[in-house]
């Protein structure tokens, strides 16, 4: 049972233009999601989060929307740029277990390109 | 400071054996936890250990074993390897807060291939 699911394995954009990645849940007990992104040889490292009160969070070219009632959320990159070029992770964490266990989407791959 | 540290980088086994894959946290953080990741799958996680007690478990069969040490350095072990264990083991670090806005600090990760 997939509880965090990210439809699009890919995505690509130009640079300067926005992107989009999109992410659905099906546990209406998940409290708290963030995004993750992953470079190659790397390990994930956090980017934004979001608690399930708000329905809006920014940092700089990066906000994340979450729509509780449809169970979405999105990450918005504007502008985009080349090297925001990753695998990005959608991941979430609820009220009934600790933070450090997270349920991760598949990730989408994002490509920006010049 | 300094970065939550895996060792070894990348191993190669085979069927029947096992394996021991290390992480050393962030300096402070009490909480290791360990996650999977496959070829098209998300990470799925394996359990975690705090202040040396084990606090979370995923599903995962019993073949996959933890620990973690009173210096919060931690160990994972797979017994009985099989070729659907070949993955990127990831290692991750945090306060530990039990819920919201624990933001889990990962290392780059043990690549494990089973032949």
């Known amino acids: 049972d997939q509880q965090v699911k990210q439809n699009s394995p890919s995505l690509s954009v130009q640079e300067g233009r926005i992107s989009i990645l999109n992410c659905d849940y099906t546990?209406?007990?998940?409290?708290?999601f963030l995004w993750y992104k992953k470079y190659p040889a790397e390990g994930p490292t956090f980017l934004i989060s979001i608690s399930s009160i708000k329905d809006k969070n920014e940092d700089g070219r990066f906000t994340v929307f979450l729509n509780k009632s449809a169970k979405h959320l999105s990450l918005h990159i504007v502008p985009s740029q080349p090297g925001d070029s990753a695998v990005y992770f959608c991941a979430a964490s609820g009220v009934e277990t600790s933070g450090s266990r997270l349920t991760f989407g598949e990730g989408t791959q994002l490509t920006v390109n010049p | 400071k300094a970065g939550v540290t895996q060792t070894p980088r990348y191993l190669i086994k085979t069927r029947g054996q096992q394996v021991t894959l290390s992480c050393s946290p962030i300096?402070?953080?009490?909480?290791v936890s360990w996650y999977q990741q496959t070829p098209g799958q998300g990470l799925q996680f394996l359990f975690e250990?705090?202040?040396?007690?084990?606090?979370n478990k995923g599903n995962f069969p019993g073949r996959f074993s933890g620990r973690q040490f009173s210096n919060s350095r931690s160990e994972m072990n797979v017994s009985t390897l099989e070729l659907g264990d070949s993955a990127l083991y990831l290692c991750a670090s945090s306060t530990g807060q039990y819920s919201g806005a624990n933001v889990l600090t990962f290392g780059a990760g043990s690549r494990l291939t089973v032949l």
């Open positions: 300096s402070g953080h009490r909480s």
């Open positions: 546990n209406s007990m998940f409290d708290y």
């Open positions: 250990y705090f202040s040396e007690t084990q606090r």
